[in-house]
């Protein structure tokens, strides 16, 4: 049997709440006072988990690739990713973690070495899968060995991919069709250093890149000629996260990037095209992309929605593994059916709960966990939490990255850490949280694991805020169309456990914005709620806010609604798709500027191959983005910068906005 394997605009949000509770609708009343609310997540970890460092016999620091339990045996793969494939790592290790839940020091055994950045491990029968970013290899007969011989290994496809240092493979995942079982993983794509897509033709040429494979059927002793590679869905940018439900359903959690305005988790659909295009001149397209269109510019309509929006930096940067919490008892029973998500730029752990309404899924995310550690590394994840697995002790056990740039955090660990599932009485005293959200006519059903004192929150109490997306050719996208809500009226029912909250102007994705020739077509809203009761000057909920995303609202029926985006609008959003993603608050992520304040600067750039000193000007800024590679700060003369593609009009306002700043 496979053993599933597990690689696994941002500050606090203020919104409008209403004046009265259940104050009744007139042609002649006014509209609710807006009043701002700020809401700020507790940054620590969850009361109902303690974390726990993995000792290990051998010094080694692992940096975790993927992962899968076998027998009790961890089984791990590992590798150093490079960003810009100065130096691709081709000595990734195989190794075994023994004694995990013995409560002693666990044992650590290099099974072997010398793979090309492996990101994917499985266990069939008593044979090992590893997943490499061109091959699929297997060690046959190797449980129980502590050495083996990587000529030994028998190749079982070749050819995967090019040279490239955005392309993995992901797994690997146990995944039965008909009756029979497959390694399901993820073929993540090929991109440019500053983030643009790539052109790539893999060797292989039943490689789709950007997609969701099936491999098999596989038994421990197949032939490589009897095995075929197969697709579940496809539209990709970076699938770092992978599950096979209990029910045989697939879960992908896919970064933002090029028609990806958002992060995202998906519940898959097969046959699926999730709307990240490939080149398919002179490339080859993913798994189920479109025929017909045109790669370079897309088709939002023959798009497949996401699942669940996971907004850049409000919510995640860089999601990874998912993992379905099921058949749990004791303090976990209450979240059996719901999924605990990595994101190892952030350092935290999301959880999520999804429904059906209306034939498509949807569904709400919460921030689970504190995020990345103290400089002393103790108050927290350390090192970018990449893969996520349930334990046979019953406890997660978490992988992490631990590899520079984006995925280096405070504290001296890396690799292993653990999640153990605290005993009903080790939970602290009064402690409470938002369980689950579902979507009710005019609002939001909600359920809290212990009961609220309703006296201690009304309407009145509640801060609401929804926008949109628009999928474009350019990495990420903007909040569009962001506005604050009212929330009109909040009733309380089973004693506190359950509550109704009913909300003005929530919109579905039937209610379209359009930008030029762009639209937000099969985007859905976001709606974000956030609220903290208080008892004696305390928070009385760990989780007390939540993202929600809308494609259809429950029990009203209506014709698509076309909105308007003002100018200054549109080229806040250009601004927040084309240059936030690399143009941070501080000078760091992908390596570039702070644009805040930029104007009067005096800095160092290279120009024409020599050093000259400047001062930050508008006709700087213009050149700066119509010839974004012309010349460069000094401090980042190793940087590339991609070309916004914006018109000489379009540059100078952007360069009229970035002086607002």
């Known amino acids: 049997m496979l053993i599933k394997y597990s690689m696994l605009l941002t ?23 807006v009043k701002k609310l700020k809401v700020v997540h507790a940054h620590r970890m969850h009361p109902l988990f303690s974390l726990e460092d993995i000792k290990m016999d051998g010094a080694e620091k692992l940096k975790v690739g993927g992962m899968c339990f076998h027998e009790g045996a961890l089984y791990v793969v590992t590798f150093s ?27 650590l055994t290099i099974l072997c070495e010398g793979f090309y950045e492996p990101a994917a491990v499985g266990v069939v029968g008593k044979s090992i899968y590893v997943g490499t970013k061109d091959r699929i290899l297997r060690f046959t007969d190797a449980v129980g060995k502590d050495k083996l011989e990587k000529d030994s290994a028998i190749v079982m496809l070749d050819g995967a991919s090019t040279i490239n240092f955005h392309t993995y493979t992901i797994g690997f995942e146990s995944y039965v069709k008909d009756g029979k079982q497959y390694l399901c993983g993820n073929f993540t794509t090929a991109i440019q250093k500053g983030g643009k897509r790539d052109y790539m033709v893999p060797p292989n040429k039943d490689v789709k890149r950007g997609s969701t494979f ?24 970076t699938p770092n996260g992978l599950e096979v439900g209990p029910d045989n359903e697939v879960y992908v959690a896919d970064n933002q990037g090029i028609f990806n305005p958002s992060n995202k988790l998906l519940r ?8 990240h295009y490939l080149y398919k001149k002179n490339g080859r397209a993913a798994a189920f992309q479109p025929e017909g269109v045109d790669s370079e510019h897309g088709d939002v309509s023959k798009m497949t929605p996401a699942t669940l929006h996971l907004p850049q930096e409000l919510v995640a940067k860089s999601p990874a593994q998912p993992h379905v919490i099921h058949d749990r008892k004791g303090v976990l029973a209450p979240y059996n059916g719901q999924i605990l ?34 400089k002393q590394g103790d108050e927290g994840l350390t090192a970018g939490p990449n893969r996520l697995l349930e334990g046979p002790d019953g406890n997660y056990y978490i992988g992490q990255i631990g590899a ?24 602290p005293a009064n402690f409470n949280e938002i369980l689950n959200v579902t979507a009710c006519e005019g609002g939001f059903d909600l359920e809290f694991l212990e009961p609220v004192d309703p006296k201690l929150i009304t309407a009145k109490d509640v801060a609401v805020m929804q926008w949109t997306y628009q999928p474009t050719s350019n990495y990420g996208g903007p909040q569009v169309n962001p506005e604050r809500l009212a929330a009109t009226t909040l009733i309380f029912e089973d ?121 930050v000007d508008e006709p700087y800024l213009l050149n700066a983005i119509l010839k974004p590679n012309s010349e460069k700060p000094k401090k980042f003369k190793d940087a590339v910068m991609a070309d916004p593609g914006l018109t000489k009009e379009q540059a100078l306002e952007m360069v009229d906005y970035i002086k607002s700043l």
């Open 81 to 107: 990713p490079d960003r810009l494939d100065n130096k691709p790592d081709r000595n990734g290790k195989l190794v075994r973690v023994d004694h995990l839940a013995d409560g002693g020091e666990a044992k």
């Open 214 to 237: 099936i491999f098999g059927p596989v038994t421990g002793t197949e032939k490589p000629e009897s095995v075929s590679l197969d697709y579940l869905g496809g539209g990709y940018r």
């Open 11 to 33: 500050a606090a949000f203020t919104a409008c709440v209403s004046p009265v509770m259940g104050q009744k609708k007139t042609a002649k009343a006014k509209k609710p006072r």
């Open 404 to 427: 520079g740039g984006l995925w280096t955090f405070n504290g001296t660990q890396s690799g292993l850490q653990r999640f153990r599932v605290r005993q009903e009485n080790e939970v």
């Open 268 to 275: 898959l659909t097969p046959g699926s095209f999730y709307g």
């Open 495 to 615: 004693s506190g456990k359950k509550a109704k909250l009913l909300i003005d102007g929530l919109k579905d994705g039937t209610d379209l914005v359009t930008t030029g020739n762009k639209s937000n077509e099969n985007s859905g809203w976001v709606i974000q709620v956030g609220f903290d009761p208080k008892q004696d000057g305390k928070s009385v909920l760990f989780t007390k806010e939540f993202w929600y995303t809308m494609h259809k609202r429950v029990g009203e029926k209506k014709e698509g609604v076309v909105l308007k985006v003002n100018k200054q609008e549109q080229v806040e959003m250009k601004f927040k798709s084309l240059c936030m993603a690399c143009h941070r608050e501080l000078d760091a992520g992908w390596g570039a500027p702070n644009l805040v304040g930029i104007l009067g600067r005096k800095q160092t750039v290279i120009r024409d191959g020599k050093e000259v000193k400047v001062t």
């Open 341 to 374: 998500l990595c994101d190892f730029t952030t350092g935290q752990i999301l959880r999520a709960s999804l429904e059906e309404v209306g034939g498509t899924w949807q569904g709400v995310v919460f921030k689970h966990t504190s995020g990345k550690a103290n």
